[in-house]
């Protein structure tokens, strides 16, 4: 009687489903609006994250990560990062751009494992539901010698917490809906004893996406065929192998993902009509263990993920099946130089690990069963002061690829908080970083074997990037509360070069077929702006950041193909977003615009696609009690209802609405 209850809101609101909402999830609101790194390193799984001084690195903060929470992270990243987010339109594929790279030149790891479509090469990211993970973060620039050849523009780093074993369990479930035939529900649990904890995550989501658009007769039309089914699960179980437990010195972990979107693809503007479906369907699982001794820590993790694509377009692929299998597998050790006893003016790391990655590629798509192997062998070294004030690493990975020995990729990076001044209310910092590495990344098996289109003789991508930058924060605290920030202002500043040779492009008509382009050259300019006002129990926020970038073609192999001095396709010079709003009394209220500049559609320039500005309003109220927490969201998306397109002919939806509502039980 006590559990129906307890439970009794629980029920009543999954019974409600079908009539309600699309959004957000848990924690309160206050005093999480500004962006912040983790610096517990206790809590991040993976034992690379120590050694990337120099590098930029944005975590998304978790009241955005509740906003966005029942969306795709293509949504969240397109308005809170200055990250090109080159969508192909609604049900279709949603890929990364970091500082002008292209896609393939992207990196995405859950975990610290790789889960880019070992055939494709590409993540494609309107596939992950952001409300699967509890820690979501952007490194920006190259960091090819700690995290693979194929990290040259960056990488999008998807991490689940460490569970604490604090004994409790927690439920949470999000029903939501909107325009357009939108429903959306999640279900969300764990159960921590002092040396188990079970975590489970479930969505599902359905949508007709029948919106009004404008064809190429200036027509108004509704769009077909868009129609789409998802859902997945992920579950994790940790067990606390220390002897002592709660001393987390040796842990066993598990992850289970499965998950499945039945889409339909409605036409571009230049097919009369489509009746293409796309099944995409994939199964990963993440193994761990870790061990800490005094000075040593020890871990192997291992990963095996299945993807299946299913296409189908009537007459011409009536059902083309194609098939990719990953195996990740990595040993590690990381050693502390510094005796435990002492006080000393520096602290120095050593992290040795040894990466192997395994691909198979089949399918109608493949000639035949194509693999690719990749083991690889890494050193880095850390050296930092115990106040973190100066921090610097030095990495090298050498890597082989089906048994052919690549380039030896070095990389090292700095920072130096040289400025630093505290008073009795305010505080002062600035801290400079800078970052060098080298680059290189091989063909991918859909580059390679295609069919038809593959070319088997392109060369590897290679060349260096070189990326510098200042962080500036001003704090100024309240005179009641001297812990609380009254006034908190930061401004970040990032510039960036990177030359790569053989850079590969996809090229064609009727069959599409990758070449290599002899040299592109991307530099640019990035900021992060930040101020946040406490007044009295209301904190205002207003945030701005901003993406310069230059990606022009050098030289080309292709005779007076016109693309000498011009901006590589799609690489908008010009990208930004700003929020604006305020958290009062458990309401966060929040106005987002993004402007993205012009793209250019073929390599000489000659076609281009118009700037656009959107603007998102997004509300939500918390409300707590001591055995509960509702809250409620509702946004409008396209608030100005602009037309436009992110890739040529293919419309996006005007001003739509999302609505969620939330409950969450703790015991």
Same mark, same amino acid.
């Given at each position: 009687m006590n559990y129906l209850t307890r439970y009794a809101p629980l029920l009543l609101l999954l019974a409600c489903y079908g009539s309600l909402t699309s959004e957000t999830y848990a924690q309160s609101l206050q005093d999480t609006l500004h962006e912040v790194q983790v610096s517990d390193r206790a809590q991040v799984q993976d034992a690379r994250a120590g050694f990337t001084a120099g590098q930029q690195v944005q975590t998304i903060s978790?009241?955005?990560?509740?906003?966005? !929470?029942?969306?795709?992270?293509?949504?969240?990243?397109? !308005? !809170?990062?200055?990250?090109?987010?080159?969508?192909?339109?609604?049900?279709?594929? @949603?890929?990364?751009?970091?500082?002008?790279?292209?896609?393939?030149?992207?990196?995405?790891?859950? #975990? /610290?494992?790789?889960?880019?479509n070992p055939a494709l090469g590409v993540a494609d990211i309107s596939l992950l539901n952001?409300?699967?993970?509890?820690?979501?973060?952007?490194?920006?620039?190259?960091?090819? +010698?700690?995290?693979?050849? /194929? %990290?040259? /523009?960056?990488?999008?780093?998807?991490?689940?917490?460490?569970?604490?074993?604090?004994?409790?369990?927690?439920?949470?479930?999000?029903?939501?809906?909107?325009?357009? /035939?939108r429903r959306d529900l999640q279900l969300a649990g764990q159960w921590q004893q002092r040396r188990w904890s079970v975590g489970l995550k479930t969505f599902y989501q359905q949508a007709a996406n029948d919106f009004n658009y404008i064809n190429n007769l200036g027509q108004e039309e509704r769009l077909p065929n868009a129609r789409l089914k998802a859902g997945g699960v992920l579950a994790s179980v940790d067990y606390d192998l220390s002897r002592r437990p709660g001393d987390k010195t040796e842990l066993l972990s598990l992850d289970l993902w499965f998950q499945q979107y039945r889409r339909e693809i409605p036409p571009a503007l230049f097919e009369s009509g489509s009746v293409k479906r796309q099944?995409? @369907?994939?199964?990963?699982?993440? +193994?761990?263990?870790?061990?800490?001794? $005094?000075?040593?820590?020890?871990?192997?993790? +291992?990963?095996? #993920?299945?993807?299946?694509?299913?296409?189908?377009?009537?007459?011409?692929?009536?059902?083309?099946? %194609?098939?990719?299998?990953?195996?990740?597998?990595?040993?590690?050790?990381?050693y502390s130089l510094n005796k435990a006893s002492g006080n000393p003016a520096f602290l120095h790391e050593l992290l040795v690990f040894s990466p192997l990655q395994f691909a198979v590629a089949e399918g109608e798509n493949i000639s035949k069963s194509e693999t690719q192997l990749r083991p690889a062998l890494v050193a880095t070294y850390s050296i930092r002061t115990p106040n973190d004030k100066l921090k610097a690493n030095a990495a090298l990975r050498q890597e082989w690829i089906n048994g052919d020995a690549a380039p030896l990729l070095p990389g090292?990076?700095?920072?130096?908080?040289?400025?630093?001044?505290?008073?009795?209310?305010?505080?002062?910092?600035? !801290?400079?970083?800078?970052?060098?590495?080298?680059?290189?990344?091989?063909?991918?098996?859909?580059?390679?074997?295609?069919?038809?289109?593959?070319?088997?003789?392109?060369?590897?991508?290679?060349?260096?990037?070189? $990326?510098?930058?200042?962080?500036?924060?001003?704090?100024?605290?309240?005179?009641?509360?001297?812990?609380?920030?009254?006034?908190?202002?930061?401004?970040?500043?990032?510039?960036? #070069?990177?030359?790569?040779k053989d850079w590969i492009y996809w090229l064609g008509g009727a069959i599409w077929t990758p070449y290599n382009i002899a040299e592109v050259h991307s530099r640019g300019l990035e900021t992060d702006n930040k101020i946040e006002y406490l007044a009295g129990s209301c904190k205002l926020h207003f945030g701005l950041r901003s993406a310069y970038v230059i990606?022009?073609?050098?030289?080309?192999?292709?005779?007076?193909?016109?693309?000498k001095g011009k901006q590589v396709p799609y690489v908008p010079r010009y990208n930004g977003q700003f929020n604006l709003g305020f958290t009062w009394a458990g309401c966060f209220v929040n106005y987002n615009h993004t402007y993205t500049g012009y793209r250019f559609t073929t390599i000489d320039e000659s076609q281009f696609l118009e700037p656009y500005n959107t603007g998102n309003l997004q509300v939500m109220y918390t409300f707590t009690r001591a055995a509960y927490t509702l809250k409620a969201a509702a946004q409008v998306q396209n608030l100005w209802n602009t037309a436009y397109e992110v890739v040529s002919a293919r419309p996006m939806p005007g001003r739509y609405f999302l609505f969620s509502l939330q409950l969450g039980l703790k015991g």
């Open positions: 978790s009241v955005y990560k509740e906003v966005y !929470q029942v969306q795709s992270l293509a949504g969240l990243l397109s !308005q !809170q990062t200055p990250v090109f987010i080159k969508s192909y339109g609604v049900n279709s594929m @949603a890929t990364l751009s970091f500082r002008g790279a292209s896609a393939a030149q992207s990196a995405v790891l859950w #975990n /610290g494992v790789p889960i880019l952001t409300g699967l993970f509890d820690r979501i973060s952007l490194q920006y620039g190259s960091a090819a +010698a700690l995290y693979g050849s /194929g %990290n040259v /523009g960056g990488a999008l780093m998807l991490e689940r917490n460490v569970p604490d074993f604090s004994p409790g369990r927690s439920l949470r479930a999000t029903i939501g809906g909107g325009s357009f /035939g099944t995409d @369907a994939s199964f990963r699982s993440f +193994a761990e263990w870790q061990k800490t001794l $005094d000075r040593s820590h020890f871990y192997v993790r +291992a990963s095996y #993920n299945r993807e299946f694509l299913r296409y189908q377009d009537g007459v011409v692929l009536p059902d083309n099946k %194609n098939n990719m299998t990953q195996y990740y597998q990595e040993l590690g050790w990381k090292i990076g700095a920072a130096w908080r040289f400025f630093e001044k505290t008073r009795q209310l305010s505080s002062v910092s600035w !801290q400079l970083r800078a970052n060098v590495q080298r680059t290189y990344r091989f063909p991918t098996l859909n580059e390679l074997y295609y069919f038809p289109g593959g070319n088997k003789d392109l060369k590897p991508e290679q060349g260096w990037n070189q $990326d510098a930058g200042y962080t500036f924060t001003f704090r100024l605290a309240g005179a009641a509360d001297a812990t609380r920030s009254r006034l908190l202002f930061s401004h970040d500043l990032a510039a960036f #070069n990177r030359n790569i990606s022009t073609s050098e030289a080309s192999y292709l005779p007076n193909d016109g693309s």
